[in-house]
């Protein structure tokens, strides 16, 4: 499995939409777990119809899991799944769904988040299969969850190519550096072109895991729950995660012949339906 945390500077470059589009183009069973310790985004954002409808509930996710494991003395995988819900326009990703109000992470505290991070390293499904884990650790500060990042395969930093956005980067990654091994450690550059995903590199000198172009007619979807949240059937943005999944998948597992052609009957299906991402 592959846990993969985004993390951002101030100035809000995309971070939580870049994940929602990761998690909804993902190539296998992924959950997404909101872990912005400033409260979380994804379900009132992509999801806030489904939030409207009774569908999707604020109060299971982290918060309610910190809760039922205080006891707890190390992280339970099996603790996780009550607390994880369904993603109605995505049936392949499951929601961690993250804090509802200013100050509840104190709740959580280190502890808690160290529950957390051993039980989503572990995670599997009901039938037993492991499940990537997609993380968003918000904006860094003092509340930061540093247990997520510490044990994330990759440690994204989100990043627009703009002058405000890479001088708050800058100070954010020389943190990270310290703490985060060099080889894990990664750029996700949002809301950008190609000659400005290039500038973002030389300038901040680091791999580029993730290239999410310009593309506010999907961002609306992944962020504002635009069209009740359903998936555009053509999105450069969604197709560009698409590949960025891919690859990073293709970095944490080996696959087995018959995962091969399951992912090829997929696209098929897919493109049969007349999607093209
Ligand atoms: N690729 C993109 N193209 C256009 N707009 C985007 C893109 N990604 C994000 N946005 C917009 O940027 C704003 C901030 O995004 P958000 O994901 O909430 O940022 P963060 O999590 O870093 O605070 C939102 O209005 C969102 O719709
Ligand atoms: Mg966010």
Redesign the pocket.
């Given at each position: 499995m592959a846990l993969i945390t985004i993390i951002?500077g101030k100035g809000?470059?995309?971070?939580?939409?870049?994940l929602a589009a990761l998690a909804a183009t993902w190539p296998a069973q992924v959950l997404l777990a909101d872990c912005d310790p400033d409260g979380g985004?994804l379900a009132p954002?992509w999801l806030g119809q489904w939030m409207l409808a009774g569908r999707i509930r604020a109060d299971v996710g982290v918060l309610s899991h910190a809760t039922a494991t205080r006891h707890a003395i190390a992280g339970d995988p099996a603790s996780l799944i009550d607390h994880v819900q369904a993603v109605p326009p995505a049936r392949h990703v499951g929601l961690l769904a993250g804090l509802s109000a200013p100050g509840q992470h104190a709740a959580l505290g280190l502890e808690g988040w160290m529950r957390l991070t051993t039980a989503l390293a572990a995670f599997k499904t009901q039938a037993g299969q492991p499940v990537d884990a997609l993380v968003d650790a918000g904006?860094f500060g003092v509340v930061t969850p540093w247990p997520l990042l510490r044990a994330a395969d990759a440690v994204l930093l989100?990043v627009r190519p703009t002058q405000r956005h890479l001088l708050a980067a800058r100070p954010v990654l020389t943190e990270l550096a310290r703490r985060v091994a060099p080889e894990r450690l990664a750029l996700a550059v949002?809301?950008t072109t190609p000659a400005g995903t290039r500038a973002v590199r030389a300038a901040l000198g680091r791999d580029v895991a993730v290239e999410?172009?310009?593309?506010?007619k999907t961002?609306?979807v992944?962020?504002?729950s635009r069209d009740a949240g359903a998936l555009p059937p053509r999105s450069a943005?969604l197709r560009a995660t698409h590949d960025a999944g891919l690859r990073l998948h293709r970095t944490y597992h080996r696959y087995t012949p018959a995962e091969v052609r399951t992912a090829a009957a997929h696209r098929v299906a897919r493109s049969l339906a007349g999607g093209t991402r």
């Open positions: 951002s809000a470059p995309g971070a939580t939409t870049t985004d954002g904006r989100a949002c809301v999410v172009p310009i593309d506010a961002a609306a992944l962020s504002e943005l």
